[in-house]
């Protein structure tokens, strides 16, 4: 049973997965070090020379590689989610945790980090409204679902890990 975490970016998805990993003694990866290590580009290369359409191509095949294993915690791209194969995969051996927060929250948290290519623009503020707004099904999609407004890593982690539910599943091992 894998633990997967989606959620748009600035969400918390990669530090609330380490952390959890680290408490539950889980191995941890996330796509885009995936997909980075594998092609030795950085995502804003692949996005800038080969476009999003081969991103997302290499986005899904290191889901579909990630889902082969198990026991291991998987924090994906804020888009991983948009392609409905990504989620079956991710579902076949693990459980979706997807992690929300305000538009203002993203902002203050990724305004000055220059590796998101998507929101490179004039104003990111209203780009992530406007993609909130466009994946607001998919991410309602998953599993379980934890706002994350204004709480640390740590409250998060905890919040996840005292989650009667995900607790109860994570010890049976089973999915939902
Ligand atoms: C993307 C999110 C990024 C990365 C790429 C595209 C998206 O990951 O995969 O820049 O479409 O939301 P994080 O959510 O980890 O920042």
Redesign the pocket.
């Known amino acids: 049973m894998n633990l997967v975490f989606t ?5 918390g ?2 530090s609330v997965g380490k952390k959890i990993a680290e408490k539950l003694n889980f191995k941890f990866f ?3 070090t995936f ?1 980075e290590k594998h092609s030795q580009l950085t ?2 290369k692949i ?1 800038a020379d080969l476009g ?1 359409e081969i ?1 997302r191509q290499m ?1 899904s095949e290191a889901i579909e590689a990630l889902s082969e294993m198990d026991s291991i915690i998987i ?6 989610v ?1 392609n409905t194969q990504n989620l079956i995969n991710l579902s076949k051996n693990g459980i979706i945790i997807n992690l929300s927060a305000s538009p203002e929250q993203i902002f203050q948290r ?1 305004k000055d980090d220059k ?5 490179q623009c004039q104003n990111p503020l209203n780009k992530i409204k406007e ?1 909130l707004k466009e ?1 607001k099904k998919a991410y309602e999609n998953c599993d379980f679902s934890f706002n994350t407004d204004n709480l640390t890593v740590n409250e998060i982690a905890d919040m996840i890990l005292n989650d009667k539910d995900i607790a109860e599943l994570l010890k049976k091992g089973i999915k939902k």
């Open positions: 959620g748009f970016m600035g969400t998805k990669t996330d796509t885009d997909i995502i804003s996005f999003e991103f986005e924090s994906c791209g804020g888009g991983a948009l990724i590796k998101r290519p998507l929101l993609l994946r």
